[in-house]
């Protein structure tokens, strides 16, 4: 049922844009019916899902990469005070910053494309990432950071068997937010880089549509992405229960 | 003082940053293979002694001997709360001193005695509260500690749990002889379970009984009903009365 819910409104509310379209007649250049949408799609859905691949290449290329080293970056900047002081408002600055305005810098010092768009979109991603691991980090349970101590713990056996578990809810949490952020970041990367040809993204190939007032396409394009971002959102929430579904509140089953 | 003490306190005392005097200068010393209890009203630094025994504190003056060496092997604690890992299983949780040593020990021999040995497998937050308690005390016996320090750990049991507790935490401490310095706000417990009570003051804390229990081992639940038991309990809460007085 809670699933059906949003599943029927939306049905609705696609049926409701389909009959207005057609009782008021409107051209397709303006406003296309979901119809016309599904039509567009299915008539370049092979090159349309070519370019899906090349976006969800990037995204989850920079996903990937943020993860890593934004993980990294949190550990390091938890192991001295000095540091996080020193560092983290860099990675503030960094969140803060529309990427759009770093991107045409990139695109000049860097000639591979694919590597320009991994760049954009990393930087888009890895703010959470870092900030809720950090986080995550700080949170560790002071009594039992006691009795690691009190047991002569090492420095990597307290990161490894205390502060990463601590940690590792807080990191999901960083990463579900992050996956659309990547996309996000992709995209804009895609539309400000310009890439065109076989090689280009989903969401070049949407701005190309678009000029060619194509809408139906590029509104097949918009679904697309849309989806995919749906889906990463989905993916990510069944990683982070299955990762903690023995022990944090977050997944209790009932 | 002897010097052959497990540990000996020379006027320690504790002032927190915040200007907390959690401990006023305190003299100690626990001869080792002692069962030792504190009892104190709530807030006059008993588990800040505790903690400054296990050096998980530095204290603001005075010094302290310990005749432990460090690791699982020298020291276990019991904290109030359970302070189990919720990302492990109970064996996993128990297990933890001897991964972190890397010595050996039994731990289901620990679970076992814990009367755990059916939830090696499950979760912190499958256990009770009274199981967690007693996950955390398998924890600490596991390496076989010189030194067992307890903070309360019975204190949200039942008084039926703790009971039960209590001898086989005392039939435990009469197989392996560990020096124990146990905390409780349960004068009966302490005088149960212990050779000798430390009544301290409120705070800041001050020793203002030391009263030695001379029971005979092993001791058995019909003592709790017999009048020198009674007496003892007397003694102690006499002191304690004296000590918020004062
Ligand atoms: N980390 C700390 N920082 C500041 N003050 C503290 C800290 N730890 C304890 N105190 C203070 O020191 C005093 C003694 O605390 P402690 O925890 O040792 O009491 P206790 O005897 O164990 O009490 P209880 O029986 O309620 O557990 C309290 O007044 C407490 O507020
Ligand atoms: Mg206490």
């Known amino acids: 049922m809670k699933r059906l819910l949003p599943l029927a409104f939306g049905l609705i509310a696609l049926a409701a844009w ?5 009782i008021y007649q409107v051209p397709e250049y303006i406003m296309p019916s979901p ?3 599904a039509q567009a799609f299915g008539k370049d859905s092979g090159d349309l899902l070519a370019g899906l691949l090349v976006t969800l290449e990037v995204t989850v290329a ?10 990294g970056l949190a550990f390091l900047l938890s192991q001295s005070k000095l540091a996080e002081q020193t560092l983290f408002p860099y990675a503030i600055i960094l969140q803060v910053t529309p990427i759009v305005t770093i991107a045409p810098f990139i695109i000049i010092w860097v000639s591979n494309v694919f590597v320009v768009l991994l760049i954009l979109a990393w930087m888009a991603a890895i703010f ?13 349970d002071p009594n039992l950071r006691d009795l690691f101590r009190l047991y002569g713990a090492s420095r990597w056996q307290t990161a490894t068997r205390l502060l990463a578990p601590s940690a590792l809810p807080y990191f999901l949490g960083g990463l579900r937010i992050s996956g659309g952020l990547a996309l996000i970041g992709t995209v804009v990367a895609e539309m400000v880089a310009g890439t065109s040809g076989a090689r280009s993204g989903l969401a070049s190939r949407l701005l190309e549509a678009s000029y060619r007032l194509e809408l139906a396409r590029a509104m097949a394009c918009f679904a697309l992405l849309s989806a995919t971002g749906l889906v990463l959102y989905l993916l990510l929430d069944a990683l982070s229960n299955r990762l903690l579904q023995h022990w944090h509140e977050s997944a209790r089953t009932e | 003082m002897s010097t052959d003490a497990a540990v000996t306190l020379s006027g320690v005392s504790k002032t927190f940053p915040s200007g907390t005097v959690a401990l006023a200068p305190v003299d100690l010393a626990i001869a080792p293979g002692r069962f030792v209890s504190l009892v104190g009203p709530s807030g006059c630094g008993k588990s800040t002694l505790l903690r400054l025994i296990a050096d998980l504190i530095v204290p603001s003056s005075g010094t302290i001997a310990r005749a432990w060496t460090s690791g699982p092997s020298g020291i276990g604690f019991v904290f109030q709360d359970p302070t189990l890992m919720p990302w492990a299983t109970v064996a996993d949780n128990v297990g933890l001193p ?6 050996t020990g039994d731990v289901n021999a620990a679970l076992a005695r814990m009367g755990l040995a ?7 937050r499958e256990l009770s509260g009274g199981m967690r308690m007693r996950a955390s005390i398998a924890r600490a016996i596991v390496a076989a500690p010189a030194m067992l320090l307890m903070d309360e750990p019975f204190a949200a049991l039942d008084e039926f749990t703790r009971f039960g507790l209590n001898d086989d935490l005392l039939a435990l401490w009469n197989a392996h002889r560990w020096t124990v310095v146990f905390v409780t706000h349960s004068i009966r417990e302490a005088v149960f ?24 081992q092993p001791r058995t639940a019909a003592l709790r009903n017999s009048h020198a038991f009674v007496d003892a309990c007397a003694r102690v809460s006499g002191l304690l009365g004296e000590g918020l007085a004062a």
């Open chain 1, 35 to 37: 119809r016309a949408i």
């Open chain 2, 98 to 103: 001897l991964r972190i040593g890397g010595t």
């Open chain 2, 193 to 216: 379970l212990s050779e000798r009570v430390i009544v301290m003051s409120p705070r800041p804390g001050r020793i203002v009984g030391d009263v030695a229990i001379q029971f005979d």
């Open chain 1, 128 to 140: 959470p990432i870092i900030s809720n691991t950090l986080l995550g980090l700080k949170s560790a």
């Open chain 1, 62 to 71: 920079a996903l990937v990469l943020a993860a890593f080293t934004g993980a």
């Open chain 2, 118 to 124: 059916d939830f090696a497998k499950a979760y912190p």
């Open chain 1, 18 to 22: 389909e009959a207005a379209i057609r």
